[in-house]
């Protein structure tokens, strides 16, 4: 899948879409999610243009990667959420149901999470 410049994250990174901000560095820009699953539910995009997490990983440099994966450390350490704890979530592609087609993690806390996952029958 070619990256989409019109994506809404990719406006967010141009600053033609507004978000309240978290944490932001070189590699990355983390926000709160508008449609919040948990107390605390904030996004870490880094600043390239990946669509996802396998074109992350396959084309990004050792730089980017590192420098996104310690962003989205820190944005939860600013959130206040090391102590309770958080998940780290980043769906990818069709089966995920992957929505905005650049790359995302989803930190969510500030409450027990319960389940990772509904559990399936069969
Ligand atoms: P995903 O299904 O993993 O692609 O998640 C996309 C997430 O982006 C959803 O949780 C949306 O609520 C969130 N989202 C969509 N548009 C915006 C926006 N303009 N600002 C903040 N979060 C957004």
Sequence with gaps: MS???NNVFAR???GELPCRK???D???LAFHDINPLAPVHVLVIPKGRYV???DFTEN???AEIAGFFRAVGRTAERLGLKEG???VLSNCGRDANQEVPHLHVHIFGGANLGPMLRRRDG
Excluded: K, P, T
């Design 3 to 5: 990256y989409d410049d």
């Design 60 to 62: 990004a440099s050792d």
């Design 12 to 14: 967010i990174l141009r």
């Design 26 to 28: 070189d590699h990355a």
């Design 85 to 87: 704890g958080y998940r």
């Design 22 to 24: 978290v944490y932001e």
């Design 52 to 54: 996802d997490m396998s």
